[in-house]
T-cell receptor, first 114, second 109 residues
């Protein structure tokens, strides 16, 4: 499979627990994005990496959220002390530099905080 | 006010009919525009880019009006498989895509 891979597909966690999601982009894509989507809304930008450098973070990304992309390959998104409002679909996308339209999304990780 | 706004619908469309809907964007610095399609509980997938001169891809036609800052999508000869949420996307210089809330289309036999 040469697409964007996200794991896990689903995560149910208790409020206050920490969770970590993983995204494996398309191998030749140097740009990686995290988005969050709640029911009935469009995806909202969270953060963006070019290779291993995190170049932009949304105000939506509170102090409880951290993202990394060591070695410029896969990325992880961690949420500490989860809250019910964190329940959403977390989408990862990647694209190749210079290709304006070629954003490929993964299937997402659906987080439910109970 | 959201940066990209869409009528959430749903647009109930008889099979074979034509449906059209718009989205408006507020960031005049937006340079690139796209329509994405999203099926229920699936990831968004690029449907088509939107060019200033307007462009067509099979039964789908996209138009851009920079002066009024809106984008449109028209679907001709609607198929049952066209039922989905259509996400309008604007991109300014830089890298992030800004999505609208989506327009839901239901094609019925």
């Amino acid at each position: 499979d040469t697409g964007v891979s996200q794991n896990p597909r689903h995560k149910i966690t208790k409020r206050g627990q920490n969770v970590t999601f993983r995204c494996d982009p398309i191998s030749e894509h140097n740009r990686l994005y995290w988005y969050r989507q709640t029911l009935g809304q469009g995806p909202e930008f969270l953060t963006y990496f070019q290779n291993e450098a995190q170049l932009e973070k949304s105000r939506l990304l509170s102090d409880r959220f951290s993202a990394e992309r060591p070695k410029g390959s896969f990325s992880t998104l961690e949420i500490q002390r989860t809250e019910q409002g964190d329940s959403a679909m977390y989408l990862c996308a990647s694209r190749d530099q210079g290709v304006d339209y070629g954003y490929t999304f993964g299937s997402g990780t659906r987080l439910t905080v109970v | 006010r959201k940066e990209v706004e869409q009528d959430p619908g749903p647009f109930n469309v008889p099979e074979g009919a034509t449906v059209a809907f718009n989205c408006t964007y507020s960031n005049s610095a937006s340079q690139s525009f796209f329509w994405y399609r999203q099926d229920c509980r699936k990831e968004p997938k690029l449907l088509m880019s939107v060019y200033s001169s307007g462009n067509e891809d099979g039964r789908f036609t996209a138009q851009l009006n920079r002066a009024s800052q809106y984008i449109s999508l028209l679907i001709r000869d609607s198929k049952l498989s066209d039922s989905a949420t259509y996400l309008c996307v604007a991109k300014a210089a830089g890298n992030k895509l800004t999505f609208g809330g989506g327009t839901r289309v239901l094609v019925k036999p």
